[in-house]
């Protein structure tokens, strides 16, 4: 597990490498974060995806300025679908690709935030798989996902801020004609996933009240052997 730095059109950028035990190569995993950045949760999502045999990089979306600067930008490109945020989050795949222990095939992963950006990068054809993880649809989602890679999703169905958005993107993935597998937890909230702890635990845990927030375990589990059964049939399979 390694601290490293990376440079894309904009500049450098801070970035965790974490790396399965014995011998590569094996696939990349990109693993975008949600807006709390490049902490120890995320940080703990590249570890287990290495310990199931990826080598997972996630690049700090936070390294060019202050975080509030960086997340406006980040949302302002989100909504463009295009932008400095999209060229940072290719030099990150462009800089996993060129690791000699990288066997050439990529997925991409994220949470909330990071969720839509891996599911509006699941068309760019340069992944072979996609995890979206809370993350929001977009009301044109049958055009945007024509042509994506293979997506497996999760939702939880106590999250205020994304009702319906699992539907929407079964029905969209089904229309298209694109493996998937789309799952709501019924005792899941928005970022049931990550296990924050320090500041970030203490603001959800207010957030949680209102728009229904937090880790749950049991979905959690359940939601990485599901990504990593459906990774393993994309990146590992022949």
């Known amino acids: 597990m390694a601290e490293i730095s990376f440079s894309s059109p904009h500049g450098n950028l801070r970035g965790y490498l974490a790396r399965p035990a014995g011998e590569g ?9 949600d ?20 080598l997972a990089f996630g690049p700090d ?4 300025g202050s975080k509030l600067s960086c997340l406006r930008s980040i949302f302002l490109d989100f909504r463009a679908r295009r932008g400095k945020t999209f060229d940072n989050i290719d030099a990150a ?7 000699e222990e990288c066997s050439g095939r990529v997925g991409i992963v994220g949470y909330c935030l990071g969720g839509g950006f891996s599911l509006l990068l699941a068309p760019s054809g340069h992944y072979d798989v996609s995890s979206v993880n809370y993350g929001d649809v977009p009301n044109d989602a049958d055009a945007v996902l024509a042509g994506a890679c293979p997506i ?7 999250d205020r801020t994304l009702k319906g958005k699992a539907e929407r993107l079964e029905q969209s993935l089904t229309l298209n004609n694109i493996p998937h597998d ?11 996933l990550n296990e924050h702890d320090g500041a970030p635990a203490l603001l959800i845990a207010v957030l949680g009240r209102l728009m229904g927030q937090g880790y749950e375990e049991a979905a959690a589990h359940d939601a990485r052997t599901r990504i990593i059964a459906f990774f393993d049939r994309w990146l590992k399979d022949d």
Do not use: M
């Open 25 to 33: 190569p094996w696939p990349g995993v990109i693993v975008i974060h």
């Open 35 to 54: 807006v709390f950045g490049l902490n120890s949760d995320l940080r703990r999502q590249c570890e287990w995806l290495a310990a199931s045999g990826y």
């Open 61 to 64: 979306l936070y390294s060019q």
């Open 93 to 99: 795949r462009t800089t996993l690709l060129a690791n």
């Open 152 to 158: 497996v999703g999760s939702y939880g169905a106590k």
């Open 182 to 192: 789309v799952k709501e937890y019924p005792d899941a909230g928005h970022g049931f």
